[in-house]
């Protein structure tokens, strides 16, 4: 199968003709027929009816031609972008990102897309979920990527995701790297929770009135990097998303431990401004960190997967 039968059959598929096709792609009806049983053929499955009035799908066709069109967007966006590198594409890009996708997946991206873009200027704003989204309505950023609490005029969201969590605790809390966790069997935590505008502190609150997290003392502290550093010269811990307990795996200070239960999970969205759309600058980049959000939770569960399949025990 190539892109050429491809794009005959999806041209047949939309015309309900083959000499029809032939005309939008300026080639012959028999070409095209020719083509059309030969990928019938490969895929040892008909696609169309032949009928007197043209063709009609199958079944197998109505759904090859959903897949096709999947490919042919693929290809065609990758085209767009290979000229865009060929010509050097200019403009700027303004975005904000919540802090820990900031802190730990951005500078990927920022390394790759300056490298290949080097005549768009970038900047990166900084503050609460409810800041920077206040600032993508009114149209300070091209966008923002993150959590957020509060509902807001003039932004439209667009679910990115929904990603797993993981427990970080100072070395001196003598957890084992690694090891699935179930919270609700550890000794009571000295628990770091997000601050109140962080979407995961409603769950990590309902689970510890369930019973499913058991603490000691809790402690809020709105600022990430501020209560990171605690925890790692502590014996606290703090439930944060997978990229971050990511990112630490290679930090003796602290021990990382997927979290097997309570169930507890962050949701990722695009937000943009309803009134315009996003440049191509700007689309290109978060192009380019969903990319790298998406190798990164791949290599997570890459990771976690053996021991998820072990025998925990009490843990």
């Known amino acids: 199968m190539d892109l050429r039968q491809i794009r005959y059959f999806v041209a047949a598929y939309e015309t309900g003709s083959l000499s029809a096709a032939a005309g939008r792609l300026n080639c012959t009806a028999p070409g095209v027929s020719q083509q059309m049983s030969s990928l019938e053929a490969r895929l ?3 696609l169309f009816e032949r009928t007197s009035r043209g063709v009609d799908p199958t079944a197998a066709g109505n759904r090859f031609y959903i897949r096709c069109l999947a490919v042919l967007k693929a290809v065609s966006e990758a ?8 010509i050097g594409l200019s403009g700027s890009i303004s975005a ?3 802090p820990g ?3 730990s997946v951005l500078p990927q991206v920022l390394a790759r897309f300056t490298r290949e873009f080097p005549r768009i200027d970038i900047e990166i704003a900084s503050g609460t979920a409810d800041v920077l989204v206040s600032e993508t309505s009114a149209g300070g950023l091209d ?3 993150g959590q957020f609490t509060q509902e807001h005029l003039g932004v439209m969201a667009t679910h990115v995701g929904r990603y797993p969590v993981s427990l970080l605790s100072g070395a001196r809390r003598g957890l084992a790297p690694m090891q699935p966790v179930r919270l609700k069997n550890l000794a009571p935590l000295k628990l770091s929770v997000p601050s109140g505008t962080n979407s995961l502190r409603p769950r990590i609150e309902e689970a510890i009135r369930s019973g499913e997290i058991v603490v000691e003392r809790t402690i809020s502290i709105d600022s990430l990097s501020a209560g990171f550093h605690f925890v790692s010269q502590t014996d606290w811990s ?3 998303p997978f990229w971050i307990g990511l990112q630490e795996l290679g930090n003796d200070r602290l021990t990382i431990n997927p979290i097997e239960q309570p169930a507890l999970h962050v949701d990722v969205a695009l937000i943009v401004p309803t009134r315009r759309p996003m440049t191509r600058p700007s689309q290109l980049f978060y192009d380019y960190f969903r990319q790298e959000l998406q190798r990164m939770d791949e290599e997570w569960r890459r990771i976690v997967s053996p021991a998820l399949s ?4 009490s843990v």
Not at 79 to 86: A, S, T
Not at 310 to 313: K, P, R
């Open 310 to 313: 072990a025998d925990y025990g």
């Open 96 to 98: 904000g990102f919540a």
């Open 143 to 145: 966008f923002y990527v």
């Open 238 to 240: 703090s439930i944060l």
């Open 101 to 103: 996708l900031a802190r």
């Open 44 to 46: 040892g499955t008909r």
């Open 79 to 86: 085209e767009i972008e290979l000229q865009d590198f060929k």
